[in-house]
């Protein structure tokens, strides 16, 4: 059976006032090409129920969306602090942490490489254009795709993401955030950074399987077909460390 890989999603208000949770397409359709079965979390003020979702899960994708709340890393808010959700924030907080504490494997891209750091005690920029002098243009630029190479980063050698994403070169990727990580977590290391020296990945290295990346892997692998290593490494990941007891196969 494909193990299941939990991910995380997001709301949006229409003009009428109806809240809906929403998540792109490219995550889900991406965890099912790699051999998972996805499962959108839903943003609930209930533990009780996100628990009891979280303990049949396989697998975390920490997903893309909003902006972080700076309280959650004891920062005022900047100016150009963007939009925040608290239920989204506490939810994938505590979800981040029960993995973390649970040893199941987290794959956490954009605003999830930013939840993760902030959940294991490291703080964000909370604008990269407005508090870091030099730095490269992350955000989306206006005409381009969604797969468009808009910067290189370095990956560290000796690292999970190394192995999964081999090669001396630097690797070119998307950057669709206007956000990063600031102070790692205690417990991360950093996998790779951008030419500017934002951080674009961490890991967890006394961790099962926990990977985060600043760029968006799932929006890539039409073209680059090597980002897929990403989803197949979670889901393998999710797949040898499930429980066994139960499983009649
Ligand atoms: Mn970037």
New binding site residues.
């Given amino acids: 059976m494909p193990p299941l890989i939990g991910i995380t999603c997001g709301r949006d208000s229409r003009a009428d006032g109806v809240t809906r949770h929403c998540q792109n397409d490219a995550y889900v359709n991406t965890v099912v090409q790699a051999g998972g079965a996805p499962v959108l979390i839903p943003l609930v003020d209930a533990w009780p129920a996100v628990s009891a979702l979280f303990q049949r899960l396989d697998g975390l994708l920490l997903s893309g969306g909003g902006d972080v709340e700076p309280a959650l890393y004891g920062q005022q808010p900047h100016p150009q602090l963007g939009p925040v959700d608290p239920l989204r924030d506490s939810v994938e907080i505590a979800l981040a942490r029960s993995a973390r504490i649970g040893s199941l494997p987290i794959l956490a891209i954009c605003r999830g490489i930013q939840v993760l750091n902030v959940a294991l005690g490291g703080t964000l920029y909370q604008d990269i254009a407005s508090e870091v002098a030099g730095a490269?243009a992350?955000p989306y630029q206006p005409g381009n795709s969604r797969d468009h190479l808009?910067?290189t980063v370095q990956v560290s050698p000796n690292t999970r993401l190394a192995a999964i994403l081999p090669g001396e070169a630097p690797l070119s990727?998307n950057?669709m955030?206007h956000q990063?990580v600031r102070d790692v977590a205690g417990s991360c290391v950093v996998s790779a950074v951008?030419p500017d020296g934002?951080i674009?990945a961490i890991e967890v290295p006394d961790h099962p399987f926990c990977i985060g990346a600043?760029?968006h892997p799932e929006e890539m692998v039409g073209r680059y077909p090597a980002m897929r290593g990403l989803f197949a490494a979670l889901v393998g990941a999710a797949d040898m460390l499930r429980p066994r007891g139960t499983d009649l196969g």
């Fill in positions: 490269l992350h808009a910067h990727v950057s955030h990063a951008a934002i674009e600043q760029w």
